[in-house]
C-alpha cells in the first residue's frame, strides 16, 4: 500500500543504499566517543555560567532538590523522547509503532513501513528541536546555582543523546538529496534505499 508519507511494502526498483544500527558496536563505540565529546562542550561552560548564581546561603533542600531529581528527570527524559518520535510517526503514518529499550540504546520505530524522506527528517529531528527549547530556555531563567546545573547536565544528556537522529537527519540533507528514498524504522536501525530503476 502507498501513502502520502510511505509505503507498507518496499516498491519495486528500491535497493539498500545505507543503514545505521545502533547494536553495532562500531556504530555504539562511535556514538558514544561523540556524545562524551558534547556533554562535555555542553556542561562546561554551563558549570561556568552557573557560578554567577552560586550562593552560599541557600539551604540543604535547595541544594539537594536538583541532585534529586537527576535520575527520574533522565528517565522521563528518555521516554518522552521516544514519544516525541512516536507522535511525529502517528500523525505521518497513523500505523502501529514499537517502543523498545536495550542496554545501548532506548528507540521507537514502525518496522513494517517505509517512509519517505521529509517525513522521516521531521521524526528523526523533532525531540532535538522541541527539548532545546524545554532544556535551553530554563539555563537563561532560573537563578539558582544548581538548578542550572540541573538543567545544564539534562541538556547536556539530550543533545548528546541525539547523534543518532541528528546524523540521520543529516543524511538526509547531504547524503540522500534525490526526492527517491525510503528509510525503514525499526527502532534501533534505519535502513535507506534509493530507487534505482522504474
Known amino acids: 500500500m502507498k501513502t502520502k508519507y510511505y509505503y507498507s511494502e518496499l516498491p519495486e526498483g528500491y535497493e539498500e543504499v545505507y543503514s545505521i544500527d545502533a547494536k553495532n558496536k562500531k556504530t555504539i563505540t ?3 566517543l561523540i556524545a562524551i565529546f558534547i556533554m562535555i562542550a555542553v556542561i562546561v ?8 548564581y552560586f550562593d552560599e546561603t541557600e539551604n540543604l ?9 537527576v535520575l527520574p528527570s533522565m528517565f522521563a527524559y528518555i521516554v ?4 516525541t518520535h512516536g507522535l511525529f510517526y502517528k500523525i505521518f503514518t497513523h500505523e502501529k509503532l514499537t517502543f523498545g529499550m536495550t542496554l545501548t540504546v532506548a528507540y521507537c520505530g514502525v518496522p513494517n513501513l517505509y517512509v519517505k524522506k521529509w517525513p522521516m527528517f521531521i521524526t528523526q529531528i523533532a525531540p532535538f528541536v522541541i527539548f532545546n527549547f524545554i532544556f535551553g530556555i530554563p539555563l537563561f531563567l532560573i537563578k539558582s546555582y544548581m538548578f542550572i546545573i540541573l538543567f545544564g547536565f539534562l541538556f547536556a544528556m539530550h543533545v548528546s543523546g541525539c547523534i543518532g537522529d541528528i546524523i540521520g537527519a543529516l543524511l538526509i540533507i547531504f547524503k540522500f538529496k534525490g ?3 525510503l528509510i525503514n524504522d525499526t527502532g534501533p536501525k534505519q535502513t535507506y534505499y534509493k530507487k534505482i530503476s522504474e
Open 30 to 32: 562511535i556514538f558514544n
Open 45 to 52: 561552560p554551563v558549570i561556568i555560567y552557573a557560578h554567577n
Open 61 to 69: 533542600f535547595e541544594m539537594l532538590l536538583p541532585i534529586i531529581l
Open 80 to 83: 518522552l523522547h521516544e514519544l
Open 179 to 181: 526526492k527517491d528514498y
